[in-house]
């Protein structure tokens, strides 16, 4: 391997700042470098989370996503930017790692699920040491916050992106135990619909911000309009041996 810094992708929790490990807390403390991906205009929700656990010199180092609702996610410009986008977010952070200081790269959530931070772990591999911390999932803690066991004795649990057709989305629920459906956003309407037709609706549950302010918890059927932001997702708790 080239260079001596480390790099540590480090899930950073659902959202709540007490969800954090305490790994993550103290590697942050550490770190000379704190590199973090953002939306153009914000700061990033994984930033507002791990803040306060940097030292006064560490550096920032800001990964701008070049797009994000405004490409649809099957069009081909949207691989290409987004490919670009990893290719050069990679080659700062090596940059950092060759100098010899060690990076952090936060993570909401887990970074091995669903995260941008696969994407950089692709490139680095074998080229730098790595190391991974994990953090809560998104999905357990608002299946949590909701105080809503989701999976009892030999229930299957899937994990479906509201992105999915909804044939195939129908498909899925139909054979599932339990569900957490999230990347809802603008397909929120299309979901609700595969869950009606699947006869799932009066189980399931739909989470906002879960663990985060301005959180909101209420049956699906109770939900109103037919968009649902990025931070939420339906649970559809499974019916197993519940002793």
């Known amino acids: ?29 550490r770190a000379p470098v704190v590199a973090y991906f953002h939306k153009r205009g914000r700061a990033g929700h994984a930033l507002a989370i791990a803040h306060a656990h940097f030292r006064p010199e560490t550096l920032e180092m800001p990964l701008e996503y070049p797009l994000t609702t405004e490409v649809p996610f099957q069009d081909d410009a949207y691989t290409s930017a987004l490919t670009g986008f ?12 060759t100098a010899g200081r060690d990076v952090a790269l936060l993570c909401e959530g887990d970074p091995f699920f669903y995260g941008s931070f ?33 999976t009892y004795g030999d229930d299957v649990l899937q994990v479906l992106p509201g992105t999915l057709s ?9 054979v599932a135990d339990a569900l957490v459906i999230m990347k809802l956003g603008r397909n929120f309407a299309k979901v609700r619909a595969a869950l009606a037709e699947a006869g799932l609706t009066e189980r399931a549950i739909y989470v906002e911000r879960g663990s985060m302010p301005g959180e909101v918890i209420l049956p699906l059927k109770d939900k109103t309009g037919d968009t649902a932001p990025y931070f939420a997702m339906i649970l559809v708790p499974g019916r197993g041996r519940c002793l």
């Open 1 to 29: 391997m080239t260079g001596t810094g480390k790099l540590f992708g480090v899930g950073v929790g659902p959202g709540d700042p007490d969800l954090m490990t305490l790994k993550a807390a103290r590697i942050l403390s």
């Open 166 to 174: 909804h044939e195939v989305l129908l498909a899925r629920m139909r």
């Open 86 to 97: 990893y290719d050069l977010s990679s080659h700062r952070i090596a940059e950092a790692l």
């Open 118 to 150: 696969m994407h950089i772990y692709h490139r680095l591999s074998g080229r730098h040491p790595i190391e991974v911390v994990p953090g809560i999932t998104g999905m357990s803690a608002c299946w949590t916050r909701a105080g809503t066991p989701i």
